[in-house]
């Protein structure tokens, strides 16, 4: 119960393991090189979570529950098969890092522009044209590093 930070990186892990949704004192949960498809809703139990790594995975979606995770600062979601993230991210009003190259993206929601804490978001090799950049990002004042190299995007907004 006093679990803070759990490293499970390079496994071959096809879920987030039940047991782990209970961990609520973490803070750090990594799970970076593993086989998981889905995240359970039951992330949103992890309400002292700072910083967040699964990329490198085979997931597709994001729980809705992500909402929930007030305190995350970073989260790492690169090389996945996202395509959309759910409007619930613009909960996570600590997020300072926010990583999600390498997916499937084809849009973002307008809730992105709810984090104003925001200093690199990092869009690589996605699938985001023009009107998939909502206008409300300019809210993050913060924003230092916008990488969208390698997608279609033909102007900004």
Do not use: W
Request: with cysteine.
């Amino acid at each position: 119960q006093n679990l803070r930070v759990l490293d499970c990186r390079h496994n071959r892990l096809n879920e987030i393991p039940a047991v782990v949704y209970r961990l609520v004192s973490l803070t750090t949960l990594y799970m970076r090189f593993n086989r998981i498809r889905e995240v359970d809703p039951a992330l949103g139990n992890l309400v002292n979570l700072t910083n967040l790594s699964i990329r490198e995975n085979q997931i597709s979606h994001l729980p809705d529950t992500i909402g929930n995770l007030k305190c995350l600062v970073t989260c790492d979601c690169s090389y996945n098969q996202l395509e959309h993230l759910p409007p619930q991210i613009g909960e996570c009003r600590q997020l300072a890092s926010l990583y999600l190259q390498h997916n499937k993206l084809e849009d973002l929601p307008p809730e992105i522009g709810k984090l104003t804490q925001l200093a690199q978001l990092g869009l690589r090799y996605n699938r985001l044209k023009s009107d998939s950049i909502p206008r409300t990002l300019a809210n993050s004042n913060l924003l230092e590093e916008f990488n969208v190299e390698n997608n279609s995007i033909a102007s900004l907004p």
